[in-house]
């Protein structure tokens, strides 16, 4: 509860990470807007013939295939390479600033910080965002790997696997896998974003740090997946036009300040907590 107090604090006080951020998420909304990957999904699964499974199969059945393989790994690295180097050049000067204002409340925000942020740790912060990238895509591969034998299974069955249960309940069970694997790996990881502002040894740190606080962590981050899907849900309600444009920068503006601060207040607060060493 301190940790959420302080948070609210700092937003409140220092409005300089209110703005940045909706400015950020300003522009990627206006992005999205010109985002052609949902039509093309869409266009690919009108195209398929057969019921959900039976597309389903067939993409798998593509994306696992040797070259396939080989393009996609080639194609997950560039991508997080690529995010990895953008998000860094634009976060890394503020979020310098954000751990300057953790470890002192009365940490008093100057240009030339913003600037000194981005030349000592863009480097550190881009390392640490392509590994937290790299690892959930290559994480996503695998859930097709996963999927697959229950896909299988539920073609050549019909309704029922063993009379008992359903294949759409084995697809759950597996749903559920995938989620907590992706909640650990996340968890896990994430931490190395406020620990790259204070060692270069920030994997080390980020699992101390999530494995000291690991039910506080893993309740954190529930809460905060099941806000944000309840929010996408209230959003697909609206109609397109202005005022979902609105409520979307609004939401996930509020929302992402809120997870990004309280990131970097929870790090510090349990690396002072548990005396983890940073060195």
């Not at 606080?213 to 806000?227: E, G, K, Y």
């Not at 849900?233 to 997870?259: A, D, E």
Request: proline content about 2%; charged content about 10%; overall charge positive.
């Amino acid at each position: 509860m301190q940790t959420l107090l302080k948070t609210f604090r700092t937003i409140f006080e220092k409005k300089i990470f209110v703005i940045y951020i909706s400015v950020f998420v300003l522009i990627t909304s206006l992005l999205n807007l010109m985002n052609p990957l949902p039509a093309l999904i869409k266009g690919i699964f009108n195209e398929l013939s057969g019921n959900w499974i039976d597309n389903m199969i067939v993409l798998i059945n593509n994306i696992m295939n040797r070259n396939t393989i080989l393009s996609y790994m080639l194609m997950t690295f560039a991508i997080s390479l690529g995010l990895a180097i953008v998000l860094s050049a634009i976060f890394s000067g503020l979020l310098y600033l954000l751990s300057k204002t953790v470890d002192d409340p009365d940490f008093v925000i100057k240009r030339f910080e913003f600037v000194k942020g981005f030349l000592h740790y863009f480097v550190h912060l881009a390392m640490a965002l392509f590994s937290i990238i790299y690892l959930i895509l290559l994480l996503i591969f695998s859930f097709m790997i996963m999927i697959f034998p229950t896909l299988m299974v539920g073609k050549i069955t019909g309704t029922h696997i063993d009379g008992d249960f359903s294949y759409e309940f084995y697809i759950i069970i597996t749903l559920i896998v995938m989620y907590l694997l992706t909640l650990f790996l996340r968890m896990y990881l994430v931490y190395m974003i406020p620990a790259c502002f204070k060692t270069t040894d920030f994997l080390r740190i980020s699992l101390k740090v999530a494995g000291s606080s690991f039910i506080r962590s893993i309740s954190a981050f529930v809460l905060m997946d099941l806000f944000y899907v309840g929010m996408l849900s209230f959003l697909m309600l609206l109609q397109s036009g202005f005022w979902k444009f609105l409520m979307t920068f609004i939401m996930n503006t509020s929302f992402w300040t809120v997870v990004i601060v309280w990131l970097f207040y929870h790090f510090n607060h349990t690396i002072i907590k548990k005396n983890i060493a940073l060195e």
